[in-house]
């Protein structure tokens, strides 16, 4: 598809988008599905206020260092299992184990354990990232081609050099596949921990907002979660073919 198809094809889904908003706020009122134009108003009005980048910023900051953890343990878990096989048998069950466990679930025990400040909102996102994460690095591990690499040992290549040519390579697109898929997620573990006992960001406003039934401000919050997770798939995407581009 043709970059201009491309763009065509996405306003023409924000438009259907818009249309199905308009028509549902038409139809059970503004208390239920606020209009379009009130919540482009409260942006604006945050805007002015400055409370909106402010928002932003703490929920990003958020969201960036428990992705950052996450993915870097994710990776990690997975080059581990993957280059001990007795440790690979031994763990998967107990990997399978946790990873089945709603790590939303976990918000009472990580406040329990850490109280209300930094450190269990980056754990919670840490923690949903990781599995994610995970799952695709081992995959990505397990398709790296065994001829492949034993051929590059008999014409000398050290460690290092099968590690940068063969395996990265290999592994960095389910990498990057992690981190689209759990972009979404860390978002929404990252409201979740704003909801505990944050002074700003995104989740906090929502939250607040649901205590003064103020319905425009859920909306606004909501909307304002999703231009984030949009910004992050973007960012995403430009490195990846970046990254991508710049291997060997």
């Not at 759990?182 to 989740?203: C, D, Q, R």
Request: charged share 10%; aromatic share 10%.
């Amino acid at each position: 598809m043709t970059p201009q198809r491309m763009l065509l094809a996405k306003a023409l889904g924000l438009a259907v988008f818009a249309s199905v908003w308009v028509l549902a706020n038409r139809w059970v009122g503004d208390y239920w599905v606020p209009g379009i134009g009130q919540v482009t108003a409260r942006f604006w009005q945050e805007l002015l206020a400055g409370k909106l980048l402010i928002d932003l910023w703490a929920t990003s900051q958020l969201l960036l260092a428990g992705t950052a953890i996450g993915a870097a343990l994710g990776c990690a878990l997975a080059c581990v299992l993957r280059l001990s096989a007795r440790l690979d048998a031994m763990m998967q069950p107990f990997v399978t184990a946790i990873m089945s466990i709603p790590k939303l679930g976990l918000v009472p025990l990580l406040v329990l354990w850490f109280g209300t400040g930094w450190a269990p909102k980056v754990t919670l996102v840490a923690l949903t990232v990781l599995f994610i994460v995970f799952s695709l690095a081992y995959a990505g591990l397990v398709t790296v081609n065994p001829r492949l690499t034993m051929t590059a040992r008999v014409f000398g290549a050290t460690p290092l050099q099968l590690t940068r040519h063969i395996v990265v390579p290999s592994v960095l697109p389910f990498i990057f596949t992690g981190l689209q898929v759990a972009l979404p997620w860390a978002v929404s573990a990252t409201l979740v921990a704003e909801y505990l006992a944050a002074k700003v960001g995104i989740g906090h406003g929502i939250e607040e907002a649901r205590q003064l039934s103020d319905s425009v401000g859920v909306y606004y919050g909501i909307v304002l979660a999703t231009i984030l997770v949009l910004m992050g798939n973007g960012v995403l995407s430009i490195t990846r073919r970046f990254a991508i581009k710049v291997q060997p």
